[in-house]
């Protein structure tokens, strides 16, 4: 039986320092998770990043805080589908718990990398990008009943 490698690296520390350099408190509930909220241009953002270890992958998830009126699922279905047509890293997705629209991302990182943290910021702000742009969409669809097409058409939003 093979002995299991101890890793010392843990690209969350970068995750930490990211966002005390825009200074905003991050809560590391354990060794491979960092959780923190940033105000975003709509409304407040939660972010998850958990560190895989074995499979040196971090992934991120964007809790966008936005409950539909009614659930639709056909309707929520139909615009992840049509919102991540357009996406080229990353996806938007539905956690049927919460109620609520998420935007992932996860990608491998070496400890030997030696751009992590800049691999890491870029991730973070495609996601706040894509997310402040997705939100005025699930906002159509999720509180104003517009068909997930019709909510796509720049005239539409908010």
Partial sequence: MLAKKVYNFNP?????????????????????????????????????????????????SCLINLEPENVYLPSIFELLALLNEDLWVGYFSYWEEAQMPVFKHSVIIDEKDTN?????????????????????????????????RKALMPTVLM
């Fill in 116 to 148: 992590v943290i800049s691999k890491l910021e870029q991730i973070l702000n495609i996601a706040i990008t894509e997310c402040e742009r997705a939100y005025p969409v699930f906002h159509a669809v999720f509180k104003q009943n517009i068909s997930p």
């Fill in 12 to 60: 969350l520390d970068d995750i930490e320092y990211l966002f005390a350099q825009r200074q905003h408190s991050t809560e590391r509930r354990n060794n491979h998770e960092v959780v923190v909220e940033i105000a975003g241009k709509w409304d407040n953002m939660l972010f998850f990043f958990a560190w895989e270890e074995e499979m040196h992958c971090m992934h991120i």
